[in-house]
T-cell receptor, first 112, second 112 residues
Framework: DGGITQSPKYLFRKEGQNVTLSCEQN?????MYWYRQDPGQGLRLIYY???????QKGDIAEGYSVSREKKESFPLTVTSAQKNPTAFYLC???????????FGQGTRLTVV | DAKTTQPPSMDCAEGRAANLPCNHS???????VYWYRQIHSQGPQYIIH???NNETNEMASLIITEDRKSSTLILPHATLRDTAVYYC?????????????FGQGTELSVKP
């Protein structure tokens, strides 16, 4: 079945360590997005990529990095520079000219 | 990107219609109105979208005012499973898919 997969669902890391969250889609979508959600809050855009080898900062990019080497994959690295990394991270994708974005089920990152 | 304003919470009786309002007074001519919903700790689910005309699908109806400054999402016969946070989003749809910028959403509680 086509879809967007985030892994792992739960992730624990020690403070000061970088961690990479996986996002893979087999929908042949050009655009991919990363969002962060804090408890009781809406989603905030971290980074987005509209095409392979290209990406732009969203509203809260500081402390995060991404790559888009393949159309299917858009991994997000949470670096030690991110002051409050504990959050729920959501990845999404959409196709050129389409009007619907599909979301993964999210990764809940806890930094201790 | 235009911003949206939604009430933080609403209640609805099971079996009745749920009418969720959204204000988007700064919407531009090329921005669509989208609705997503998010059940706790899951990825957002697309519901419906529109530009100028009213839209209906198997999940809901979307009523957009003539001046496009507000809209209403209608769930015709709400069930307990419709309890979720509903997000109204305005989005520029371009060749690259467009960004989704989320607000705080409306927490809908459907009660028996």
């Amino acid at each position: 079945d086509g879809g967007i997969t985030q892994s792992p669902k739960y992730l624990f890391r020690k403070e000061g360590q970088n961690v990479t969250l996986s996002c893979e889609q087999n929908l042949n979508h050009d655009a991919m997005y990363w969002y962060r959600q804090d408890p009781g809050q809406g989603l905030r855009l971290i980074y987005y990529s509209q095409i392979v080898n290209d990406f732009q900062k969203g509203d809260i990019a500081e402390g995060y990095s991404v790559s888009r080497e393949k159309k299917e994959s858009f991994p997000l690295t949470v670096t030690s520079a991110q002051k409050n990394p504990t959050a729920f991270y959501l990845c999404a994708s959409s196709i050129e000219r389409d009007t619907e974005a599909f979301f993964g089920q999210g990764t809940r990152l806890t930094v201790v | 990107d235009a911003k949206t304003t939604q009430p933080p919470s609403m209640d609805c009786a099971e079996g009745r219609a749920a009418n969720l309002p959204c204000n988007h007074s700064t919407i531009s001519g090329n921005e669509y109105v989208y609705w997503y919903r998010q059940i706790h700790s899951q990825g957002p689910q697309y519901i419906i979208h529109g530009l100028k005309n009213n839209e209906t699908n198997e999940m809901a109806s979307l009523i957009i005012t003539e001046d496009r400054k507000s809209s209403t999402l209608i769930l015709p016969h709400a069930t307990l499973r419709d309890t979720a946070v509903y997000y109204c989003i305005v989005r520029v749809v371009n060749n690259q898919g467009g960004k989704l910028i989320f607000g705080q959403g409306t927490e809908l509680s459907v009660k028996p």
